[in-house]
C-alpha cells in the first residue's frame, strides 16, 4: 500500500459546484496535512495547512482531517474557473526523518464556465 | 518580493553533458529541497538540506549531487544526465524543515 492515495482524476466540474477532493494514506505517524494548488506550467503553492485531526476554513476553502480514518479532504465551494489546477494533497511526521513530505499524485481539476 | 528562483527554466541537453540547475532564495530560510515531478509518479524528493553544508539524500538521489556553501543558494548538478532524467524538476525553501515549503517556477529539463 502507498504512504500516500490520491485519485488522479481528471475531475471536471461546472462553475459554482461544490468540489470535493481526497486523499486516504498509511502511515499513522503523519501529523502534519497540507493542499497544495498548482497551476499549470508553475510550483505548488501552499493552500491549507492542518495540524492533527478537525476542519480548518479559509474563505471558499474547507480542509478535514479525519486521521481515525486517515483520510484527508478539500471542500471548494462555490468553484470558479481560476480554480483549474492540480490539487495535491501532503503530509508529514514530526522528529527526525518523519518530517519529510510526502505528496500525493494530484488530482487535475478544470471548472468549466 | 520574496521568492524562490532557478534557472534555467528549460534545457535540452546530450546524454553526459554536465549541467547545473541554480536555485536561490530571499526569504533567509534555512531548508532547501529539490524535488522531480514526472507524470504518474508525483512529487519525489532528490535532496534537500537542513543548514549551509548540511544535505542529504531524498528518495530518488541517484545520479544527482548538491551543495549547499551559501544559505540563500541549493545548485543541483547533474554530472552525466541520462534520459532518464528527463523531468520537471522544482527547488523548494522553508523557514525549516516543518514549515511550509515555497517552490520554485520549475525547470523542465530534456536529455536526448
Known amino acids: 500500500q502507498k504512504e500516500v492515495e490520491q485519485d488522479p482524476g481528471p475531475l471536471s466540474v461546472p462553475e459554482g459546484a461544490i468540489v470535493s477532493l481526497n486523499c486516504t494514506y498509511s502511515?499513522?505517524?503523519?501529523?502534519?496535512f497540507m493542499w497544495y494548488r498548482q497551476y499549470s506550467r508553475k510550483g505548488p503553492e501552499l493552500l491549507m495547512y492542518t495540524y492533527s485531526s478537525g476542519n480548518k476554513e479559509d474563505g471558499r476553502f474547507t480542509a478535514q482531517v479525519d486521521k481515525s480514518s486517515k483520510y484527508i479532504s478539500l471542500f471548494i465551494r462555490d468553484s470558479q474557473p481560476s480554480d483549474s489546477a492540480t490539487y495535491l494533497c501532503?503530509?508529514?511526521?514530526?522528529?527526525?526523518?518523519?518530517?519529510?513530505?510526502?505528496f500525493g499524485k494530484g488530482t487535475l481539476l478544470t471548472v468549466n464556465p | 518580493e520574496a521568492q524562490v528562483t532557478q534557472n534555467p527554466r528549460y534545457l535540452i541537453t546530450v546524454t553526459g553533458k554536465k549541467l547545473t540547475v541554480t536555485c536561490s532564495q530571499n526569504?533567509?530560510?534555512?531548508?532547501m529541497s529539490w524535488y522531480r515531478q514526472d507524470p504518474g509518479l508525483g512529487l519525489r524528493q532528490i535532496y534537500y538540506?537542513?543548514?549551509?553544508?548540511?544535505?542529504d539524500k531524498g528518495d530518488v538521489p541517484e545520479g544527482y549531487k548538491v551543495s549547499r556553501k551559501e544559505k540563500r543558494n541549493f545548485p543541483l548538478i547533474l554530472e552525466s544526465p541520462s534520459p532518464n532524467q528527463t523531468s520537471l524538476y522544482f527547488c523548494?525553501?522553508?523557514?525549516?524543515?516543518?514549515?511550509?515549503?515555497?517552490f520554485g517556477p520549475g525547470t523542465r529539463l530534456t536529455v536526448l
Open positions: 523548494a525553501s522553508s523557514l525549516s524543515r516543518r514549515n511550509e515549503q515555497f
Open positions: 526569504m533567509n530560510h534555512e531548508y
Open positions: 538540506s537542513m543548514n549551509v553544508e548540511v544535505t
Open positions: 502511515n499513522s505517524a503523519f501529523q502534519y
Open positions: 501532503a503530509m508529514s511526521g514530526s522528529g527526525g526523518s518523519n518530517y519529510k513530505l510526502t
